[in-house]
Protein backbone atom coordinates (compact mmCIF):
# COMPACT_ATOMS: atom_id res chain seq x y z
CA UNK A 1 0.00 0.00 0.00
CA UNK A 2 3.01 2.67 0.10
CA UNK A 3 2.89 3.14 -2.90
CA UNK A 4 -0.71 4.63 -3.06
CA UNK A 5 -1.64 8.15 -3.03
CA UNK A 6 -3.39 9.84 -0.23
CA UNK A 7 -6.68 8.92 -0.84
CA UNK A 8 -6.18 5.30 -1.95
CA UNK A 9 -5.65 4.31 1.84
CA UNK A 10 -9.77 5.00 2.17
CA UNK A 11 -10.05 2.24 -0.16
CA UNK A 12 -8.01 -0.49 1.22
CA UNK A 13 -9.18 0.94 4.96
CA UNK A 14 -6.34 1.81 4.49
CA UNK A 15 6.91 15.26 6.81
CA UNK A 16 5.38 17.45 9.58
CA UNK A 17 2.30 18.16 9.80
CA UNK A 18 1.05 21.55 10.20
CA UNK A 19 0.75 21.84 14.26
CA UNK A 20 -2.56 23.45 15.71
CA UNK A 21 -0.09 25.05 18.45
CA UNK A 22 1.00 27.55 15.35
CA UNK A 23 -2.66 29.13 15.09
CA UNK A 24 -5.33 30.55 17.10
CA UNK A 25 -8.90 30.66 16.74
CA UNK A 26 -10.40 32.37 13.58
CA UNK A 27 -13.05 35.17 15.21
CA UNK A 28 -15.41 35.24 12.02
CA UNK A 29 -15.42 31.33 10.90
CA UNK A 30 -17.95 32.66 8.55
CA UNK A 31 -15.99 35.51 6.73
CA UNK A 32 -13.71 32.33 5.87
CA UNK A 33 -16.05 30.29 4.47
CA UNK A 34 -17.76 32.73 2.65
CA UNK A 35 -14.01 33.21 0.72
CA UNK A 36 -13.50 29.74 0.75
CA UNK A 37 -16.78 29.23 -1.59
CA UNK A 38 -16.25 32.60 -3.24
CA UNK A 39 -12.60 30.83 -4.24
CA UNK A 40 -14.08 27.58 -5.26
CA UNK A 41 -17.20 29.47 -7.25
CA UNK A 42 -14.50 31.04 -9.44
CA UNK A 43 -12.19 28.05 -9.76
CA UNK A 44 -13.28 26.08 -13.15
CA UNK A 45 -10.13 24.39 -13.27
CA UNK A 46 -7.08 23.19 -11.87
CA UNK A 47 -3.69 21.70 -12.74
CA UNK A 48 -1.26 20.88 -10.40
CA UNK A 49 2.30 19.10 -9.21
CA UNK A 50 2.00 17.16 -5.51
CA UNK A 51 4.11 15.47 -3.53
CA UNK A 52 2.84 13.20 -0.69
CA UNK A 53 5.04 11.52 2.49
CA UNK A 54 3.26 8.81 4.20
CA UNK A 55 4.57 8.12 7.99
CA UNK A 56 3.67 5.26 9.33
CA UNK A 57 4.17 3.97 12.92
CA UNK A 58 6.05 1.36 12.04
CA UNK A 59 8.64 2.72 9.74
CA UNK A 60 11.52 5.68 10.47
CA UNK A 61 11.21 7.55 7.24
CA UNK A 62 8.37 8.36 5.12
CA UNK A 63 7.09 6.88 2.34
CA UNK A 64 7.44 9.62 -1.05
CA UNK A 65 5.40 9.34 -3.91
CA UNK A 66 4.74 12.67 -6.79
CA UNK A 67 2.56 12.91 -9.68
CA UNK A 68 -0.48 15.69 -11.29
CA UNK A 69 -3.03 16.67 -9.93
CA UNK A 70 -6.26 17.72 -12.47
CA UNK A 71 -9.79 18.98 -11.68
CA UNK A 72 -12.66 20.66 -13.98
CA UNK A 73 -16.23 21.41 -13.10
CA UNK A 74 -18.45 19.88 -12.44
CA UNK A 75 -17.15 16.79 -10.75
CA UNK A 76 -14.18 15.56 -12.80
CA UNK A 77 -10.81 14.97 -10.99
CA UNK A 78 -7.88 12.50 -11.71
CA UNK A 79 -5.19 12.11 -9.22
CA UNK A 80 -2.28 10.86 -11.27
CA UNK A 81 0.93 9.16 -8.87
CA UNK A 82 4.03 9.35 -11.11
CA UNK A 83 6.74 7.63 -9.02
CA UNK A 84 7.72 5.59 -7.83
CA UNK A 85 4.97 3.79 -9.56
CA UNK A 86 2.43 5.10 -11.74
CA UNK A 87 -1.41 5.05 -10.00
CA UNK A 88 -4.24 6.84 -11.11
CA UNK A 89 -7.42 7.84 -9.39
CA UNK A 90 -10.45 9.11 -12.47
CA UNK A 91 -13.35 10.65 -11.08
CA UNK A 92 -16.47 12.20 -13.81
CA UNK A 93 -19.41 12.64 -12.07
CA UNK A 94 -20.89 9.31 -10.78
CA UNK A 95 -18.09 7.25 -12.43
CA UNK A 96 -14.95 6.71 -10.21
CA UNK A 97 -12.10 4.07 -11.70
CA UNK A 98 -8.67 3.45 -10.49
CA UNK A 99 -5.57 2.27 -12.31
CA UNK A 100 -2.53 0.29 -11.30
CA UNK A 101 0.33 0.45 -13.26
CA UNK A 102 -1.48 0.45 -16.16
CA UNK A 103 -4.18 -2.14 -14.99
CA UNK A 104 -7.55 -0.87 -13.74
CA UNK A 105 -8.84 -2.35 -10.95
CA UNK A 106 -12.53 -3.00 -10.02
CA UNK A 107 -13.71 -0.10 -7.60
CA UNK A 108 -16.32 -1.61 -5.19
CA UNK A 109 -20.11 0.16 -5.91
CA UNK A 110 -21.83 1.38 -2.36
CA UNK A 111 -22.50 3.50 0.00
CA UNK A 112 -18.85 3.64 1.04
CA UNK A 113 -17.41 4.27 -1.82
CA UNK A 114 -20.15 7.09 -2.94
CA UNK A 115 -19.33 9.08 0.11
CA UNK A 116 -15.40 8.99 -0.51
CA UNK A 117 -15.82 10.15 -4.35
CA UNK A 118 -17.99 13.19 -2.79
CA UNK A 119 -15.32 13.98 -0.30
CA UNK A 120 -12.63 13.98 -2.38
CA UNK A 121 -14.22 16.08 -5.01
CA UNK A 122 -15.55 18.26 -2.17
CA UNK A 123 -12.07 18.53 -0.76
CA UNK A 124 -10.82 20.73 -3.92
CA UNK A 125 -14.50 22.40 -4.55
CA UNK A 126 -15.17 23.96 -1.41
CA UNK A 127 -18.41 21.60 -0.74
CA UNK A 128 -16.86 20.25 2.20
CA UNK A 129 -17.96 23.35 4.50
CA UNK A 130 -21.69 22.12 4.03
CA UNK A 131 -20.71 17.87 5.06
CA UNK A 132 -22.64 16.71 7.44
CA UNK A 133 -20.52 14.00 8.09
CA UNK A 134 -17.78 16.42 9.93
CA UNK A 135 -17.66 18.78 12.69
CA UNK A 136 -15.25 21.94 11.75
CA UNK A 137 -12.88 23.87 13.63
CA UNK A 138 -11.22 27.14 11.74
CA UNK A 139 -8.12 28.27 12.85
CA UNK A 140 -5.38 31.50 11.56
CA UNK A 141 -2.13 32.61 11.53
CA UNK A 142 -0.07 35.80 9.93
CA UNK A 143 -0.56 34.43 6.15
CA UNK A 144 -2.96 30.79 6.78
CA UNK A 145 -6.13 29.31 8.29
CA UNK A 146 -6.00 26.05 8.89
CA UNK A 147 -9.46 23.83 8.88
CA UNK A 148 -10.00 21.01 10.62
CA UNK A 149 -12.44 18.39 9.91
CA UNK A 150 -13.83 15.74 12.35
CA UNK A 151 -15.34 12.69 11.01
CA UNK A 152 -19.27 12.00 13.13
CA UNK A 153 -19.83 9.82 10.08
CA UNK A 154 -19.55 5.88 11.87
CA UNK A 155 -17.95 4.17 8.86
CA UNK A 156 -15.53 7.49 8.22
CA UNK A 157 -14.41 7.69 11.69
CA UNK A 158 -13.38 3.76 11.47
CA UNK A 159 -10.77 5.15 9.10
CA UNK A 160 -9.44 7.83 10.12
CA UNK A 161 -9.25 10.55 13.17
CA UNK A 162 -9.39 13.93 11.65
CA UNK A 163 -8.44 15.73 8.51
CA UNK A 164 -6.64 19.18 8.24
CA UNK A 165 -6.69 21.30 5.14
CA UNK A 166 -4.09 24.52 5.22
CA UNK A 167 -5.11 27.25 3.22
CA UNK A 168 -3.21 30.56 1.86
CA UNK A 169 -4.93 33.77 2.76
CA UNK A 170 -3.75 35.47 -0.34
CA UNK A 171 -5.27 33.08 -2.79
CA UNK A 172 -7.50 30.98 -0.31
CA UNK A 173 -6.36 28.09 -2.34
CA UNK A 174 -5.34 24.59 -0.93
CA UNK A 175 -1.76 24.25 0.08
CA UNK A 176 -1.55 21.04 2.54
CA UNK A 177 -4.08 18.23 3.08
CA UNK A 178 -2.80 16.33 6.11
CA UNK A 179 -5.10 12.51 7.12
CA UNK A 180 -5.08 11.50 10.21
CA UNK A 181 -5.61 7.80 10.12
CA UNK A 182 -7.07 5.85 12.99
CA UNK A 183 -4.06 3.89 13.08
CA UNK A 184 -2.03 6.46 14.33
CA UNK A 185 -0.30 6.97 10.76
CA UNK A 186 -0.52 9.99 8.58
CA UNK A 187 -0.08 11.38 5.55
CA UNK A 188 0.65 14.87 4.03
CA UNK A 189 0.25 16.33 0.55
CA UNK A 190 1.93 19.03 -0.80
CA UNK A 191 0.27 21.38 -3.82
CA UNK A 192 2.56 23.23 -5.96
CA UNK A 193 2.89 24.92 -9.47
CA UNK A 194 -0.95 25.42 -9.77
CA UNK A 195 -2.74 26.40 -12.89
CA UNK A 196 -5.82 28.06 -12.19
CA UNK A 197 -8.56 28.15 -15.27
CA UNK A 198 -6.12 26.89 -17.74
CA UNK A 199 -7.53 24.61 -20.24
CA UNK A 200 -6.41 20.95 -19.71
CA UNK A 201 -5.80 18.49 -22.17
CA UNK A 202 -8.72 17.00 -23.51
CA UNK A 203 -9.78 13.65 -22.68
CA UNK A 204 -7.99 13.42 -19.24
CA UNK A 205 -10.58 12.95 -17.23
CA UNK A 206 -11.99 9.94 -20.07
CA UNK A 207 -8.83 7.83 -20.23
CA UNK A 208 -6.95 6.01 -17.34
Do not use: C
Not at 58 to 86: C, H
Amino acid sequence: MLKYPIFLFLFFVQIHSVSAQDFKPVQDPAQVVAELKKSAQNTGSIQANFKEEKYLAVLKEPQKTAGIFYYQKENKMRWEQESPSRYIILINGDQMRVSDNGKEKNVAAGRMAGQIKDLMIGLVNGDFQDNKGFSKAYFEKADQYLIVLTPVNKRLKNVYSKISLVFTKSSFRLRELTFFEKSGDKSIMKFSNEKINQPITAGIFDKL
